[in-house]
């Protein structure tokens, strides 16, 4: 589950698979196995293409049969042939594989041990054979003896099966393969060590990892159950001089698996997979740019770019045929040539070239030396793409297409490809511009790995052979869109892991991603674990011991003393804690926090408490009830119980935010109407009204008939409450409308009042008491103090500027920046001495009417004019807002038109230089 919640995890690109799959087996036929001739490409790449390691997670347990086919046998006319030379007829599989592996120097094979089961097995006595491979590992240094008592813990071996002799001698290392699923069958640890009789084995991946480091098994410190640690010859990328992998008892580490081998639906790999065919058909065809490869390497880093001089070196140097040395020799001081003379003439054409070159050829040199200066650009921040370089001119690029928009490599090709199949008059033309695109593309990519490994000066002059069968070699998926052309200079510093992968076959097991995972995956995602610094620490068992102390005495002290909705709430933020926990340790720490002895605990632990809690909080709830009942209200009831207290008079202190609202000209309404409509009515509109203020973290304190009097911040802490507050107010105003829609479709079910109701809201922040209030008998849940009788007189006021929702200064300040307001007024209200600032409040930022993006500029201009005692542009300009005003029905002003008679009295009566701007409101 952690796993696929983390989903697909970022690996190194030196660490893949080679494939045999499905489409190796029917062309190379059944496995059955195959002869070790099939494997001779595999290990010729390695040789020429600079890998790091060939892993053959494939066993070579018996000497091959050597087999004469018939027409070598028919084509014999030598009847006095010795019997040496009958017997040199016959191919040597293992000799040649051998003789390959030698060459190349960088084969690792794989030898098969039988694990002991849960009853132990006697150690297998040694064939010859076996004893006589036995010591060959010995002299190759890929065991160390120890003191087996030390070590017997460790997984343990009772029969080694090692490959055959001339592959041992050959190779560049033997090690196992084999691994030990947890008890659900699951792949998730990595034996990284093993023993046999008196002698401990490396795993592949951690022989793998030493060479990587240039370390010996001999310097690996062991100690079951706790760690295998090592130190570095110098720290590594990232930082570490000693590498510590805990591992259990038996030398297992958990392997961090980067995710399913492909994900069905993006096509997602967790590594690179490269196709069996897909590296023979690469080998086969880039033996050219090998040979060109080598010989560039020499004459570059032996004989300082002299290509005479490094000519006969190459020959002994090189293993190819000597005319294809001369070939590559040719091209290198032909494109030498070319290369310097156009580092010279930064500018020039081929036309401008000293000897007759084809512009192709020319062209693609000359991009080369673009691509890679490129990347070689310090002030550059990232590397190139080669879509940059196309659009923005660098590159010689021949659309091809007449009046073609170039967007991205991917879309001209297929722009390409779709012209290209109408088979127009000009399809040779756009063949040719598709060929050359691709080569572009191609070479891009050959240079982007050169400089991945720092090799482009090592491999001047830029010049690369086309793949020798014109064949595009890619992985992946076009319908996925995650192809990738594998191209010279690939497999520079890989380890790839070669094995069975085809569907049917038996080395297919569960693991976190996947039932059926191929195994050789396995041993990549191990060594991607040590060398990534993905190694997986698990909390020590003592640790988790004492966390389920911890969750034992949170079950006998805390859980009995909540109810069991608390209780319950508790338990699961435990429990999503816990988890959210563990699963955010692995994702980022890669640290494995034991799941099931804490949670099961608690699990258990809490429901025989609950059980027993909710039989006891409901018999304490019932004796409250039947005791208090009568005269509180239900939600106190379960204050009380929760608190252990009986109600008390009194409140506390605090900073809200009160809330009033009552519907305009309500008196009107029930003249008009009958009590049992009047009733009906109400109760939908107050219905609506508070369900929005309960939605937004309101508290209702009580109805005053029409009113609905609230209050934000109490008795449970809001954060925002002034935010929460104007949403409420602006919903309010929303819902309204849809009632008042809902009302007219009736028809005459309801008078034109109703059809037209409009309600009137007054908020405002501040210092307030709230609590529990009222008489010894009887007490509500309500507020009080001077910030309450504001939002009061602010509600009452609105009606006086013909506006729905007035808000406070207090208010306005800590949302100014969510809110859209009109600036309304700095006044003192009935009641009070002291001067309110007042705002309308319109709605949230981004949500405003249309025509209130015309009306606020008008107004606030004109108010502008007002606070600068300029009375009569002030006047023109506050009828000019006024025009833009929507009088609906009901409304008989608005805040434009309130100012104008205000304008014409200030006219007349200057206020003087000291006035500050206030307004005293004289009614209600």
């Known amino acids: ?81 010795s019997m040496e030379k009958v017997k040199d007829l016959f191919p040597d599989p293992d000799n040649d594989l051998a003789d390959a592996s030698q060459k190349a120097g960088n084969i690792i094979f794989a030898q098969s041990f039988k694990p002991q089961p849960k009853k132990k097995e006697p150690v297998k006595k040694r064939t010859d054979v076996m004893e006589r491979r036995l010591k060959l590992l010995e002299e190759k240094n890929l065991f160390r003896t120890v003191d087996r008592d030390k070590y017997s813990m460790l997984f343990d071996f009772y029969d080694i099966e090692t490959v055959v002799d001339t592959l041992i001698k050959s190779s560049a290392g033997v090690y196992f393969f084999q691994s030990d699923p947890d008890p659900d069958g699951l792949q998730r640890k990595y034996p990284l060590v093993g023993i046999y009789e008196d002698r401990i084995f490396p795993a592949a991946s951690l022989a793998i990892a030493l060479r990587h480091y240039g370390v010996s098994f001999d310097d690996v410190e062991i100690v079951p159950g706790e760690y295998l640690s090592f130190d570095l010859p110098e720290p590594d990328e990232h930082g570490r001089s000693r590498i510590s992998i805990p591992i259990n008892d038996k030398g297992q580490m958990q392997v961090n698996w980067a995710g399913n081998w492909q994900d069905k639906e993006t096509g997602e790999f967790d590594l690179v997979h490269y196709p069996y065919n897909v590296l023979k058909d690469f080998q086969e065809s880039e033996y050219s740019n090998y040979i060109l490869a080598e010989f560039k390497k020499l004459m570059n880093l032996s004989f300082d770019g002299n290509v005479k001089a490094a000519y006969k070196p190459a020959i002994g140097y090189i293993d190819a045929p000597k005319s294809d040395i001369k070939k590559a020799v040719q091209q290198v001081m032909r494109m030498g040539m070319m290369e310097k003379w156009m580092a010279a003439n930064p500018n020039a054409t081929a036309q401008d070239f000293p000897q007759k070159v084809p512009a192709f050829v020319f062209n693609e040199l000359k991009n080369n030396n673009i691509i890679a200066n490129a990347f070689l650009d310090q002030d550059r921040s990232e590397d190139p793409t080669l879509d940059q370089l196309i659009s923005d001119g660098s590159l010689i690029y021949d659309l091809g297409l007449d009046d073609y928009e170039f967007t991205t490599y991917r879309q001209h090709i297929i722009d390409l490809n779709n012209e290209i199949e109408k088979n127009g008059e000009n399809r040779k033309v756009l063949v040719k511009a598709r060929g050359y695109a691709k080569n572009t593309e191609r070479n891009f990519q050959i240079i982007s790995n050169l400089n991945k490994h720092d090799m482009i000066d090592e491999q001047r002059p830029l010049t690369f052979y086309p793949n020798s069968k014109k064949k595009r070699l890619f ?54 674990t040590i060398l990534d610094n993905k190694i997986i620490y698990e909390v020590p068992k003592e640790h988790i011991a004492l966390v389920i102390f911890a969750i034992a005495l949170l079950l006998a002290f805390g859980v009995p003393a909540l109810s069991a909705a608390l209780g319950g709430l508790a338990t699961a933020i435990i429990v999503g804690a816990y988890g959210w926990l563990s699963f955010w340790l692995f994702s980022t720490q890669h640290i494995w926090l034991d799941m099931v002895g804490p949670l099961s605990t608690l699990a258990v632990g809490y429901l025989g408490i609950t059980v027993y809690n909710y039989i006891q909080e409901e018999k304490n709830k019932n004796f409250l009830k039947e005791s208090f009942g009568t005269y509180v209200s239900p939600e106190l009831i379960d204050q009380m119980y929760e608190s252990g207290e009986e109600p008390s008079l009194g409140g506390e202190e605090g900073y809200h935010t009160a809330f009033f609202t009552d519907i305009q000209s309500f008196s009107a309404f029930s003249e008009q109407l009958t009590a049992s409509e009047l009733v009906l009515l109400l109760n939908q509109y107050l219905t609506d009204m508070t369900d929005v203020l309960l939605e937004n973290n309101g508290t209702l304190d009580k109805y005053i008939g029409d009113a609905i009097v609230a209050f934000y911040g109490a008795p449970i802490e809001v954060d925002d409450h002034e935010l929460w507050a104007c949403r409420t107010a602006i919903k309010m105003q929303d819902n309204l409308e849809i ?65 729905y929702i007035q808000i406070a200064d207090s208010t306005y300040q800590p949302v100014k920046d969510k809110v859209v307001v009109r600036d309304l007024d700095n006044v003192r209200v009935m009641g009070k001495n002291e001067p309110v600032k007042v705002w309308e409040l319109i709605s949230e930022v981004g949500q405003e009417p249309e025509k209130y993006k015309k009306i606020l500029p008008a107004y606030h201009e004109a108010l502008d004019l007002y606070k600068s005692q300029d009375w009569e542009k002030a006047i023109e300009a506050f009828k000019a807002s006024d025009a833009l005003e929507d009088m609906f029905p009901g409304r008989k002003t608005n805040p434009s038109r309130i100012y104008i008679p205000r304008c014409e009295h200030y006219l007349s009566n200057p206020p003087g230089d000291d006035w500050d701007g206030v307004w005293t409101l004289t009614s209600k």
Do not use: C
Request: hydrophobic share 35%; glycine share 8%; aromatic share 8%.
């Open 739 to 803: 009632l008042r829609q809902g009302w007219q479709e009736e028809g005459d079910r309801w008078p034109e009042i109703v059809h037209h109701m409009q309600n009137r809201i007054g908020i405002s922040s501040g210092q307030m008491v709230t609590g529990n209030m009222g008489s010894e008998a009887r007490m509500n849940y309500t507020m009080m103090g001077d910030n309450v009788n504001t939002a009061a007189r602010l509600e009452s006021s609105a009606k006086q500027y013909g506006i």
């Open 475 to 528: 992985i992946g998926s076009e319908e996925k869109n995650n192809v990738h052309n594998v191209v010279p200079f690939e497999f520079v510093g890989k380890k790839l892991y070669y094995g069975l992968t085809a569907t049917g076959t038996s080395d297919l097991n569960p693991m976190p991603f996947d039932p059926r995972y191929p195994m050789v995956g396995l041993h990549a995602n191990a060594l991607n």
């Open 1 to 81: 589950m952690r796993f696929k919640s983390r989903g697909l995890m970022e690996t190194r690109e030196d660490i893949a698979t080679a494939d045999i799959d499905v489409r190796a087996l029917q062309t190379e036929g059944k496995w059955d196995p195959w002869s070790r001739e099939k494997h001779i490409p595999m290990v010729k790449l390695a040789a020429e293409h600079s890998l790091d390691a060939f892993i053959f997670d494939v066993y070579f347990i018996e000497d091959s049969e050597r087999k004469l086919e018939y027409k070598v046998l028919n084509s014999i006319t030598d009847s006095t042939m």
